[in-house]
């Protein structure tokens, strides 16, 4: 069964950085596409980014300029650099395959707050 893990979430100063990982137990991780998703307390999981297996990006308009995403094949990890943080990036983090997605693990929370 595939797993994924997901870490580097923690509480940030509006302004603030992190860089979340996801490490995905699968020797076919290169082909995937790769999403980053997020569920702020009391709404929907949303999708925040996703990279393809040839490394095109895209981005919800609201973290466009501030998120970047990337991937490391040979670490089978897919990162998630989030800069310029603000309270309503507030929300658990989760990675997962938007083409064909996987059991949810249980994610990382992001806490933007002064």
């Known amino acids: 069964q595939v797993q994924l893990v997901e870490s580097g979430g923690g509480l940030v100063q509006p302004g603030g950085s992190l860089r979340l990982s996801c490490a995905v137990s699968?020797?076919?991780?290169?082909?995937?596409?790769m999403g980053w998703y997020r569920q702020p307390p009391g709404k929907q999981r949303e999708l925040v980014a996703h990279i393809t297996a040839s490394r095109s990006t895209n981005y919800l308009e609201s973290v466009k300029g501030r998120f970047t995403i990337s991937r490391d094949n040979a670490k089978k990890t897919v990162y998630l650099q989030m800069n310029s943080l603000k309270p309503e990036d507030t929300a658990v983090y989760y990675c997962?395959?938007?083409?064909?997605?996987?059991?949810w693990s249980q994610g990382t929370q992001v806490t933007v707050s002064s």
């Open positions: 997962n395959v938007p083409t064909s997605p996987l059991s």
């Open positions: 699968r020797s076919d991780f290169s082909v995937w596409t």
